[in-house]
């Protein structure tokens, strides 16, 4: 779902899941199994969210997803700079201590739940300033360790994340703490996975076989392959894995098709994006839409996409879309701004057929 432009918040049904079998080890009874459940899904939803305003102060579209592998917050687009990563990352870490601090201030002898809140909250607070990769100090150490020796301070980095997990897991199993050892294997899987990896980074300059694919592609529409470039892509666009490339192939099929002059198929995928759209891909939407008679999300994309960049295009093809909806005065005060953005041709547009249902209230 959507709460505001340019911020999509996913929540799988693993998710849950994981908070319930987490909630079983730990709970003595069914009503106490909910209770821990639905705190540690409270503070995995909080934390990410720390994650999302650090971004979106950075005014980046972002996507947050909670799933059975714990919680993830990743920028759209091009990668932050190390500096605004690392800060992205302590704004999940200080929002839980935020969040552990004013609970413990409200804990009295009745409000055990509020206790076991900011205890949880603690306990991820001090897991996340650990340089266990992949939480979130792990994730600094392994970006800065990359700024310094390449891909081989990636390595350096998983390797001090499976020490650390090691030793965590030691410990746990000493004093009985099953849940301990659960957090060190999780761990100790991925900085194998990127150990494996290490060059695979948005901002390490080398490509991913998805990234890899979708140059290919764009290098084969460029040299006419066009019949042999739009189903790859499509399929690339609602399966990869890769959230950016995801975004990007979804952008290139909507251009391409059209390009094509096949507003339909564009309209389709944009339609059905799980992701946030680029900026362009909105203004794609915008287009197809028109094309193809869906006035309203049409509309909606172009209020969306002016929020992010005012540009006469947006605002000239807001002005037709409003008046196909018979929104006389919304019409009127796109019309407006493109008049105000540059657009000089606003009496053709006014004369054109869109304007029919309005054109009497400016006369």
């Known amino acids: ?18 908070c319930l079998l987490f909630g079983a080890l730990l709970a003595k009874n069914i009503p106490s199994l909910f209770v821990i459940s639905s705190l540690l899904a409270l503070v995995l939803f909080i934390h990410e969210l720390g994650h999302l305003i650090v ?21 759209i ?40 809140f900011s ?18 100090m792990g994730e600094m150490l392994v970006d800065f360790l990359y700024i310094m020796f390449g891909p081989v301070g990636r ?30 294997i999780y761990c100790i899987a991925h900085s194998w996975r990127l150990w494996q990896r290490p060059q695979e980074r948005s901002f390490s300059g080398q490509l991913s076989s998805e990234q890899q694919l979708l140059c290919n592609l764009k290098d084969r529409w460029k040299n006419g392959e066009q019949s042999a470039v739009l189903e790859p892509l499509s399929l690339l666009a609602k399966k990869g894995k890769d959230l950016r490339v995801r975004q990007k192939a979804v952008e290139m099929y909507a ?34 839409a028109y094309k193809t008679s869906h006035w309203k999300e049409g509309l909606f994309s172009g209020r969306e996409a002016f929020q992010i960049e005012q540009n006469p295009f947006l605002a000239a093809a807001c002005a037709l879309l409003s008046a196909r909806l018979h929104l006389k005065e919304e019409a009127l005060g796109w019309l407006q701004a493109a008049r105000l953005l540059g657009i000089e041709n606003v009496d053709s547009l006014l004369s054109s057929h869109d304007f029919d249902a309005v054109r009497l209230i400016t006369d």
């Open 119 to 136: 205890l949880m909250n603690v306990i991820w607070f001090w897991l996340n300033l650990l340089p266990l990769y992949p939480f979130d």
């Open 77 to 116: 687009g091009p990668s932050l700079i190390f500096w605004k990563r690392a800060l992205v990352h302590s704004g999940g870490i200080l929002i839980t201590a935020f969040t552990a601090l004013c609970a413990q201030m409200y804990v009295t002898p009745k409000t055990e739940v509020l206790f076991l």
């Open 255 to 288: 251009n391409y098709t059209l390009q094509l002059d096949l507003p339909r198929e564009a309209f389709a995928i944009l339609k059905e994006a799980k992701d946030p759209l680029l900026i362009s891909s909105l203004e794609h939407m915008v287009l197809a």
């Open 1 to 18: 779902m959507r709460l505001f432009p340019s911020v999509t918040i996913r929540i799988k049904i693993s998710f849950f899941v994981l």
């Open 55 to 75: 971004i979106r102060l950075f005014a980046r579209a972002c996507s947050l997803e909670l799933s059975g592998g714990g919680g993830v917050t990743e920028v």
């Open 155 to 184: 390595k350096i980095g998983a390797l001090i994340s499976v020490a650390f997990s090691i030793l965590i897991a030691v410990i746990s199993l000493k004093a009985g703490i099953l849940l301990g050892a659960y957090f060190s």
